[in-house]
């Protein structure tokens, strides 16, 4: 006889709603919930350095943007939502946060970094790059050690365009078109 496990699919209402007695987060991801693993040292630090960097630019040019490291949810579909290492998003855009009961946009951020985990590139590359497109977002970055490289990509048209930047090339960011780094300035989180 074949024992059979049957996963709770969750709707997009449930997800909102869901909490456990742990720090875990969770995606979710065709109705069942991801738990996100903890963040390698690297990982943590290359999204305090990319965060900075924007706030510094971001305050310099006085826009009215806010930077969230992983704490902010996308929801890419029916029962998706993605949680990317970095987001940036509008004042107003934050101001609707703060009255919802989970931190999960509905509409398109101006900007997602997501930095490549060893085990699953194809997430990252195949995956989140439909889903971030379908959903409108205008500038998806894609930092990936593995690789040694930077991809930006870009909106046009519903599709993503992309260009790949490695060691002292200056990478360029419709959002940030001032930023002067290197794609080694960020993988190095110099």
């Known amino acids: 006889m074949m024992v059979q496990t049957v996963t709770k699919t969750y709707s997009f209402e449930d997800y909102l709603n869901y909490r456990d007695d742990s720090d875990f ?6 109705g069942e919930l991801i738990q996100m693993t903890p963040a390698s040292g690297w990982h943590s630090d290359i999204i305090d350095f990319i965060q900075e960097q924007f706030k510094i630019e971001i305050r310099r040019l006085n ?6 490291p992983g704490t902010v949810g996308v929801r890419t579909g029916i029962r998706k939502s993605r949680i990317p290492d970095i987001l940036v998003m509008t004042e107003t855009q934050r101001q609707l946060l703060r009255t919802l009961p989970s931190a999960i946009l509905e509409e398109p951020p101006l900007l997602v970094v997501e930095i490549v985990s060893p085990n699953n590139p194809e997430d990252d590359y195949r995956y989140k790059r439909s889903e971030y497109a379908a959903l409108g977002i205008p500038e998806y970055w894609i930092i990936d050690s593995q690789e040694s490289k930077i ?19 200056i990478i360029n960011s419709a959002s940030f078109p001032e930023l002067k780094l290197t794609a080694e300035q960020i ?4």
């Open 25 to 30: 987060k969770y995606e979710l991801l065709n």
């Open 63 to 68: 826009l009215n943007w806010v930077v969230r």
């Open 151 to 169: 991809s930006i990509l870009s909106l046009v048209s519903g599709f993503y365009d992309i260009v790949e930047y490695r060691g002292e090339d």
């Open 187 to 190: 993988l190095n989180a110099l």
